[in-house]
């Protein structure tokens, strides 16, 4: 161990979007590049970095200036010049001081010095807003690659990279990279984008991964790797170099937090029904395979939402699966819920979602732009195969399928018109499926609550994904920090909305389940059941506080309160009521 002085316990602030508690060295990963690896240097050590280092600069230097007086003989002086602007960044004695100095203050491998050193420098110039000068990143970015692959070494130790246990820090994660992150690894993650409503935390929350957002402006390139930290997804703080003291009371905390976990375990088998007897289906959110074991000790009945995206879409494969892959992975989960129903949402991509494909050029506005069942529909070579896989795992377990972001009568029929042809392709192949598979219609957007009683005539069941209604409704979007604050979930058109939906599928003989973020919220349990809403899909870790929720409560008591609610102008009073209804009854889980 280095004989560097000891470092002061250090609090940085962000904002917390899956509870939670880790303890664990950091691992940082920033824009652009890879990091190299990290590791610890003795003091005695660290002059040699230091030659290390002017080492790689001298040798990446000479590179350059080698390609540099290639490109000058085969095309002309002028092109040669974009190199000599890179050696120019290696002979800044600012720049070079600066690595020198992070060698001896963070007492660790050169390379990982200078890569940190680097990555500030860079954050600095991505948010410069002349375009012309943003746009030179990437020179700088090629730079450093350069003098990182310049460096020697012989460092064979096992490094805190991926191999270890550790607590993730990034500027931002898209929703893949949280989905797909090996969890028995990865702790917990903090980041300085994103919000609570993103997709990034919505995974991370289904996940049960503790994790927080919107750390301090450039808080990720000044904190070191290795660093010993405890990420508290309850209250939002990162805390570097904890004291033993610190250590002790976050261990008292996780203790607490398991004892309540043991206690709603021990609810698994019990039924989701409120104590005057309304039953409630309880169900679960997953986007991965990997998931089904939560799903399967929360004792959820069904999955209420599949996010096939994350099936379709992997940022790892070359291709989105074909036909047999889906049906394959369909038919595990519907295997291993059996007898409970599988909900598969097709395609939901766009937005602040995957892709479905590269695009010419970007979106004016991608969240009012091709996303969606509108994907879908225009890329049959993409849907057809999806339902023919949902259709022939029907055969296997009870399956559903509901299109997201409807917005119309049209889109329903065109949807369910391809299905049909998907069913006829698989009747004359010999192939079974269910031929009365249910056909859910995910109310996303105003104007298919507005015609709820229409699309109500068309389909079996309604569920309503709060997350996008909040935002088209109130004009918000979920994960841009300066209107955060005006995302409401208790906002009165919003609870109006609710309200329209379940009385129009009533009145058709349909059920109405929420499947977005509203549903795992425990204030908003008392809200949801007043308002005679039928399921709940939430997060498998979010299943077990709901059930008691929902056990702990009378649907008369929820009635009374909900038709209070209605009447009420604010998003304030409205929270308000459900939240005191819901302290009354459990206040246990807000501890």
């Not at 652009?32 to 610890?40: D, K, L």
């Not at 192939?431 to 996303?444: C, K, S, W, Y």
Request: a negative charge.
């Amino acid at each position: 161990m280095p004989s560097h002085p000891p470092h002061a316990e250090t609090i940085i602030q962000g904002i917390p979007v899956s509870p939670g508690i880790a303890i664990a060295p950091i691992h940082v990963t920033a824009r652009g590049f890879s990091a190299p690896e990290v590791y610890e240097v003795a003091e005695a050590n660290l002059p040699s970095e230091h030659q290390r280092f002017a080492d790689a600069v001298s040798k990446a230097k000479a590179e350059l200036a080698e390609i540099q007086q290639r490109l000058a003989d085969l095309s002309s002086d002028e092109e040669a010049r974009i190199f000599e602007a890179h050696i120019m960044v290696l002979e800044d004695d600012a720049l070079l001081k600066r690595v020198h100095l992070a060698i001896d203050e963070r007492g660790q491998n050169a390379e990982y010095a200078f890569y940190a050193v680097m990555q500030n420098f860079l954050e600095a110039m991505r948010r410069i807003p002349d375009p012309y000068l943003r746009e030179r990143t990437s020179d700088f970015e090629d730079v450093c690659e350069r003098v990182l692959d310049s460096f020697e070494s012989s460092h064979t130790r096992k490094t805190a990279r991926p191999e270890d246990r550790h607590i993730l820090v990034a500027y931002d994660l898209s929703p893949s990279d949280a989905a797909t992150m090996d969890r028995s690894l990865v702790l917990g993650f903090a980041t300085e984008m994103g919000s609570v409503n993103s997709h990034t935390a919505i995974i991370a929350r289904s996940l049960g991964l503790p994790a927080i957002v919107g750390l301090e402006e450039e808080a990720v390139i000044d904190i070191t790797a290795l660093t010993p930290a405890i990420l508290d997804g309850y209250s939002g703080k990162l805390i570097l170099h904890p004291t033993e003291a610190t250590l002790a009371t976050y261990r008292l905390i996780e203790q607490k937090k398991q004892r309540a976990r043991t206690a709603l375990d021990a609810l698994r088998n019990a039924e989701s029904v409120t104590r005057d007897g309304r039953a409630i289906t309880l169900s679960a959110n997953i986007g991965l395979l990997e998931e089904l074991p939560a799903v399967k000790k929360s004792g959820a009945t069904g999955i209420g939402l599949y996010r096939t995206e994350f099936l379709l879409l992997n940022e790892e494969q070359d291709a989105i699966p074909d036909e047999t892959a889906q049906t394959t992975a369909y038919t595990e989960i519907a295997r291993a819920v059996a007898p409970h129903p599988l909900i598969i949402r097709t395609l939901d991509a766009g937005g602040d979602k995957l892709p479905a494909e590269p695009l010419s050029e970007p979106e004016p506005n991608p969240y009012l732009g091709w996303r969606g069942i509108r994907v879908s529909l225009d890329r049959p070579e993409i849907f057809k195969p999806q339902l023919r896989a949902a259709l022939r795992a029907s055969a296997h377990g009870k399956v559903a399928l509901m299109f997201p972001l409807v917005s119309g009568l049209t889109e329903v029929r065109r949807a369910k018109n391809i299905l049909r042809e998907c069913m006829e392709e698989l009747s004359a192949a010999n192939i079974p499926f269910d031929a009365n598979l249910h056909i859910g219609a995910m109310i996303e957007v105003p104007s298919a609550a507005m015609i709820a009683d229409i699309l109500a005539k068309e389909v079996d069941f309604f569920s309503i994904g709060t997350n996008d209604l909040i935002q088209y409704t109130l004009a918000v979007d979920r994960v841009n920090p300066y209107v955060a604050d005006l995302y409401r979930t208790t906002h009165p058109s919003v609870i109006r909305l609710i309200h329209r939906v379940v009385n129009a599928g009533a009145q058709e003989g349909i059920w109405t389940g929420v499947c977005g973020e509203m549903a795992g919220d425990i204030r908003l349990t008392p809200l949801l059941i007043g308002l005679d809403v039928e399921e709940l899909s939430v997060g498998p870790q979010q299943v077990p506080s709901i059930r008691k929720a929902i056990r702990s409560l009378s649907h008369a008591e929820c009635s009374a309160m909900a038709d209070d609610a209605m009447k009420a102008p604010l998003s304030a009073d409205i929270l308000k009521m459900t939240d005191d209804l819901a302290k009354k009854y459990y206040a246990d889980l807000f501890e």
